[in-house]
């Protein structure tokens, strides 16, 4: 029997759209493209912040995999490994967990890169280009490759280069300047049992 995927004319469509699972899908011209899992050093790695950014700023602002963001250009949704929202997001993200382009964006974006030359690609420029444009103020890419945190910082409309943080650097967040962390110690994370 042959399967009919849904098509969608809008990002409303597709918001009213429930299949009945819990998969997670990508709006790619107008069809689902279902997400693959996230590895496990990516889950660990976003974890740890979790747990890091919520002593900090209180576990209702903090938001791993699973929050979807609304952007611009193909595919029209995200899904970062974690999201530090605003205060007014709480209430707003009841009923669904995405961010709207009508909305403030999110004070903070965190992805870690999966293995791969196109996962490096989606991160590192289609995901940049687009968090940019939503007018996310900081995000990072975290590469367990090759153990890096790029932090960056919207600058008149622009991302710019605050670190390229490796070994026991301190990273540095212009927004969470209590954050007192050494790039070392969420890589360090991955070998704790």
Same mark, same amino acid.
Request: glycine share 6%; aromatic share 10%.
């Given at each position: 029997m042959?399967?009919?995927?849904? &098509?969608?004319?809008?990002? %409303?469509?597709?918001?009213s759209? @429930?299949?009945?699972?819990?998969?997670?899908?990508?709006?790619?011209?107008?069809e689902?493209?279902?997400i693959?899992?996230?590895?496990g050093?990516?889950?660990?790695?976003?974890n740890?912040?979790?747990?890091?950014?919520? =002593?900090?700023?209180?576990i209702?602002?903090? &938001?791993?995999?699973?929050?979807?963001? %609304?952007? &611009?250009?193909?595919?029209?949704?995200?899904?970062?490994?974690?999201?530090?929202?605003? %205060? %007014?997001?709480?209430?707003?993200?009841?009923?669904?967990?995405t961010?709207?382009?009508?909305? #403030?964006?999110?004070?903070?974006?965190?992805?870690?890169? =999966?293995?791969?030359?196109? *996962?490096?690609? &989606? @991160?590192?420029?289609?995901?940049?280009?687009q968090? *940019?444009?939503?007018?996310?103020?900081?995000?990072?890419?975290?590469?367990?490759?090759?153990? /890096?945190?790029?932090? #960056?910082?919207? /600058? @008149?409309?622009?991302? /710019?280069?605050?670190?390229?943080? =490796?070994?026991?650097?301190?990273?540095?967040?212009?927004?969470?300047?209590? #954050?007192? #962390?050494?790039?070392?110690?969420?890589?360090a =994370?991955?070998? *704790? @049992?």
């Amino acid at each position: 029997m042959l399967e009919v995927k849904p &098509r969608f004319q809008s990002f %409303e469509e597709y918001l009213s759209y @429930d299949d009945g699972t819990d998969k997670f899908y990508e709006l790619f011209n107008g069809e689902l493209i279902e997400i693959s899992p996230k590895p496990g050093t990516n889950v660990q790695i976003a974890n740890y912040l979790l747990l890091i950014f919520a =002593s900090i700023i209180g576990i209702n602002r903090v &938001r791993g995999y699973g929050l979807e963001l %609304e952007v &611009r250009g193909e595919p029209r949704n995200r899904y970062p490994e974690l999201t530090i929202i605003r %205060e %007014e997001h709480i209430q707003q993200l009841a009923k669904r967990n995405t961010i709207r382009l009508s909305m #403030l964006p999110p004070l903070l974006v965190i992805e870690v890169v =999966s293995p791969g030359e196109l *996962q490096r690609d &989606r @991160d590192f420029i289609a995901k940049r280009s687009q968090y *940019q444009d939503c007018g996310i103020p900081e995000y990072w890419i975290i590469d367990p490759e090759t153990k /890096t945190i790029l932090v #960056l910082q919207l /600058t @008149d409309k622009s991302y /710019t280069e605050v670190g390229n943080f =490796s070994g026991n650097d301190l990273v540095i967040s212009p927004q969470f300047t209590q #954050l007192s #962390l050494k790039t070392s110690q969420i890589f360090a =994370s991955l070998n *704790q @049992d």
